[in-house]
T-cell receptor
Framework: EDQVTQSPEALRLQEGESSSLNCSYTVSGLRGLFWYRQDPGKGPEFLFTLYSAGEEKEKERLKATLTKKESFLHITAPKPEDSATYLCAVGSGGSYIPTFGRGTSLIVHP | DVKVTQSSRYLVKRTGEKVFLECVQDMDHENMFWYRQDPGLGLRLIYF???????EKGDIPEGYSVSREKKERFSLILESASTNQTSMYLC????????????FGPGTRLTVT
């Protein structure tokens, strides 16, 4: 059974204070690792897909990296508008259905 | 841009009512999903569909049914709403090739009183 663990559960940063969110996973045959951003009361917004170890993707202040056991979402010089819950999910084998982690709630204080 | 729309953002229903939640996507995606999201429990899959008229049970299908008569539309039905079905309901779609990220709708906050 695929498993996804995100840490920390919650993170508070000051504006400009860079940090990383972690997504550890165990799967049989990784097909893809996905990052989402979710604002309160809204649906998750797709950010990145990573397919193989060593791959990196960037979008504005966000950079996602992937190893064989975990993925990191690096947030560089965050702003208050980066406050959200960040979800990680993995797809494996021939399944259409990704396995989601519980998310990291990020609050960036001005 | 992919767009997934849901019929209502907020819905209040009474116990025992039949409830229809509709989802429409405009990207010709084969796969469509219904999740519910509750604090502390994360996203839980109710049903998914990989083609028109095809459906598969997810992790928590009890008390729910689905309908997919057209490729772009996937409906979730609560046959007899109960208070423990009060939740945020999220629809998502994805293309069939390989593994790809899902595109979510804005969600429906359902309250059953």
């Amino acid at each position: 059974e695929d498993q996804v663990t995100q840490s920390p559960e919650a993170l508070r940063l000051q504006e400009g204070e860079s940090s990383s969110l972690n997504c550890s996973y165990t799967v049989s045959g990784l097909r893809g690792l996905f990052w989402y951003r979710q604002d309160p009361g809204k649906g998750p917004e797709f950010l990145f897909t990573l397919y193989s170890a060593g791959e990196e993707k960037e979008k504005e202040r966000l950079k996602a990296t992937l190893t064989k056991k975990e993925s990191f979402l690096h947030i560089t010089a965050p702003k208050p508008e980066d406050s959200a819950t960040y979800l990680c999910a993995v797809g494996s084998g021939g399944s259409y259905i990704p396995t989601f982690g519980r998310g990291t709630s990020l609050i960036v204080h001005p | 841009d992919v767009k997934v729309t849901q019929s209502s953002r907020y819905l209040v229903k009474r116990t025992g009512e039949k409830v229809f939640l509709e989802c429409v996507q405009d990207m010709d995606h084969e796969n469509m999903f219904w999740y519910r999201q509750d604090p502390g429990l994360g996203l839980r899959l109710i049903y998914f569909s990989y083609d028109v008229k095809m459906k598969e049970k997810g992790d928590i299908p009890e008390g729910y049914s689905v309908s997919r008569e057209k490729k772009e539309r996937f409906s979730l039905i609560l046959e007899s709403a109960s208070t423990n079905q009060t939740s945020m309901y999220l629809c998502a779609s994805s293309p069939p090739e390989g593994m790809s990220g899902q595109y979510f709708g804005p969600g429906t906050r359902l309250t059953v009183t």
